[in-house]
């Protein structure tokens, strides 16, 4: 079987190398196509997974992203009918849809972020079955299949994934250290238009607030630091991000990815950013494991008040793992069932 697969921010990779590696693993060929962002093709190369690059970048306003919208289709589409994939799959790239479309090939989606209406309005009418997780707050309509689950388990369930301490000491990294982890996004995604995020001096005056109460702050950010922040900068390689997560005590994140990526490994999370999402909401108000600051301009200000006082709870990491396991008895390892479908479309064809 051939199957095609697009990479256009390093969280895709993340999701999607566990279901590159099984399907190389059993003999299928497959072929990513990747756009760089942050450093996706650095964690494709730390997989050891083969990419074709298709551009350098994801364009910084609305006539880059549509120039590059146009070009992608294009390149897109001309690697599809070189390759003939049996299926394409991945997130909701509109791009993706377009060349399965022309080529007549199932795409098969999964999809967790409700604010991608441009690619998901694409994906409903060109796209074959799109997965989403069962708390999505949208109706996509009769292509839509809701799964009881979170993206973050492609690659964070327990089946593929173990925090490796020591892999963090050899790349000098001490997990054993109480510490914060920051991350602050660029605010230059397609859904980001028109918001912001802190000013230079109000990101400097978190961190240093967050490290008075006696833990190490790092900074994880997409877009150049100032100066003053440098010293905080997470400098550890991108693979090993999810092992520094794992072994934080606690987790204030822009981004809701990062946010939710804490929560399934049972880390309590801040995520304050004014995007809602159906799965940071269930992680809130049913695993309390994230806590949502999505309203008012003061938003930072409380998140940052819960944080110092989750800080102060002594039994924080225990309660944590003790929400995680509740968390993974009740959800589905996505893992095998996106393999079966995508199987099972790989051989239905166009209409599976």
Aim: hydrophobic share 40%; proline share 5%; with cysteine.
């Amino acid at each position: 079987m051939k199957v095609m697969f697009s990479v256009n921010h390093p969280a895709w990779a993340h999701q999607f190398h566990p279901i590159v590696e099984r399907l190389r693993a059993r003999g299928d060929e497959v072929m990513t196509l990747v756009v760089e962002k942050d450093g996706a093709t650095e964690l494709l190369r730390s997989y050891g997974i083969p990419y074709v690059l298709c551009a350098n970048g994801t364009g910084s306003n609305v006539l880059q992203k549509g120039w590059l919208f146009l070009r992608l289709c294009v390149r897109y589409t001309r690697h599809a009918l070189r390759f003939r994939p049996d299926v394409l799959i991945g997130r909701a790239s509109p791009m993706m849809a377009v060349a399965a479309w022309v080529c007549r090939k199932p795409h098969l989606v999964y999809e967790d972020t409700e604010v991608s209406r441009f690619s998901l309005r694409i994906c409903k009418h060109l796209s074959t079955k799109i997965l989403t997780p069962r708390t999505f707050l949208s109706d996509l309509g009769l292509k839509q299949e809701r799964v009881d689950t979170y993206k973050e388990l492609f690659y964070l369930h327990p089946s593929v994934f173990t925090p490796d301490r020591q892999a963090l000491i050899s790349a000098g990294f001490n997990p054993d250290e109480p510490y914060v982890l920051v991350r602050f996004v660029a605010w230059n995604a397609s859904h980001d238009v028109g918001k912001h995020g802190l000013s230079d001096a109000g990101q400097l005056s978190l961190v240093e607030r967050l490290q008075a109460a006696g833990v190490r702050v790092w900074v994880s950010s997409e877009k150049p630091l100032p100066p003053a922040l440098e010293p905080y900068r997470l400098r550890t390689p991108f693979a090993l991000a999810h092992h520094v997560l794992a072994f934080a005590k606690l987790v204030y994140s822009e981004g809701a990815t990062m946010a939710s990526e804490a929560a399934v490994l049972g880390v309590h999370a801040l995520y304050v950013n004014v995007i809602q999402s159906g799965s940071t909401r269930e992680q809130s108000e049913r695993y309390h494991l994230l806590y949502n600051f999505n309203d008012g301009e003061d938003r930072y200000e409380h998140a940052l008040t819960q944080a110092l006082a989750l800080l102060n709870d002594p039994n924080l990491i225990q309660e944590g793992q003790a929400k995680r396991a509740r968390l993974l008895a009740e959800k589905t390892d996505i893992n095998d069932y996106f393999i079966t479908e995508t199987d099972r479309l790989a051989k239905a064809g166009r209409n599976g």
